[in-house]
């Protein structure tokens, strides 16, 4: 599906057709949007064209892989399945034409959060996702244009759109170019956040560990801990640590961990400290190299860091 993409953007930057782009900025409230589209002439229409295709058909060529919630080496974009995404279709339905609205009067900038450009072809449809930022005010001065031979002064309420692609959506398949944006645009944090309380729920009923209650409620305050949940959770990881449990306090041992056990054999949760300990023993991601015996955290797959 990723070849088909880029055919697609390929023959839409070689043909340069009419009338083919919508643009859509959006607001997010809560787990909805708040969708609009402002008319726009071919000519402007063509402009975005030139300005998004080329920078975005470079980035096509990067290396894909599966979307991995802590983060992808530099220089790979992520593949998911728009289906696994709720807020996809949610925000596909607030472009409908009853739901979006089309009086720009009604558009506030401090609440947009990203735009959207829309390119329809040969019966085809992308998206193209980009995070929205305002343009700054400026500190002092006057920010103009020329319109009919005369100065006249803008306020501050404008649009800015440009060259960057953060994520382009086709048919089912999703290309996530900028790692954050589908937090930022699709709420995926709300993901992470069920992916760690499957995780903990599995972590009760196993019985390894004491103080569970107060182990979740710091895990679920930070997002980095639930985006490592949430990669273990898809690789179905979990199971691989209570089946070797049993190592579990050598390993605690050789690497000096600051993790006790009680009586009964479980670890002791005691606080925040822990945490990156705990979880990297859940991913199994300690390892000991063979030659210099150093100890370190497999933080990504091909990724090592090494202490």
Known sequence: MTREIVEFFQAVNKDCPDNIVHIYFSEKRGNKYRTFN?????????????????????????????????????????????????????????????????????????????????????????????????????????????????????????????????????????????????ERVFNYRDKFQEMTNLAIGRIVVEGKMTNVEQFSEDCLKDVRIMKRFTELMSKDSLPLFFDNYDRVPQIVDALNLNIKFDKEGRMVYEDKSQLYHIVHLFSDSYFKSLIAERVGVIELEGKINAD
């Open 38 to 182: 402002p008319q726009m002439s071919n000519e402007l229409q063509k402009k975005i064209l030139e300005l998004l295709l080329p920078p975005l058909l470079e980035l096509l060529q990067l290396p894909i892989v599966h979307y991995n919630p802590v983060g992808v080496l530099d220089e790979e974009n992520e593949l998911i399945i728009s289906t696994q995404v709720d807020s996809v279709e949610t925000f596909k339905n607030s472009l409908k034409s009853d739901t979006c609205y089309t009086d720009m009067s009604l558009i506030k900038m401090s609440n947009i959060s990203f735009y959207c450009v829309e390119i329809s072809y040969n019966n085809k449809s992308a998206y193209l996702f980009r995070q929205f930022a305002k343009m700054s005010r400026l500190r002092k001065g006057i920010l103009g244009q020329l319109v009919n031979n005369t100065l006249a002064e803008l306020d501050n309420n404008f649009l800015g759109i440009d060259d960057r692609t953060d994520m382009v959506l086709m048919d089912d398949t999703l290309i996530i170019i900028n790692h954050i944006s589908l």
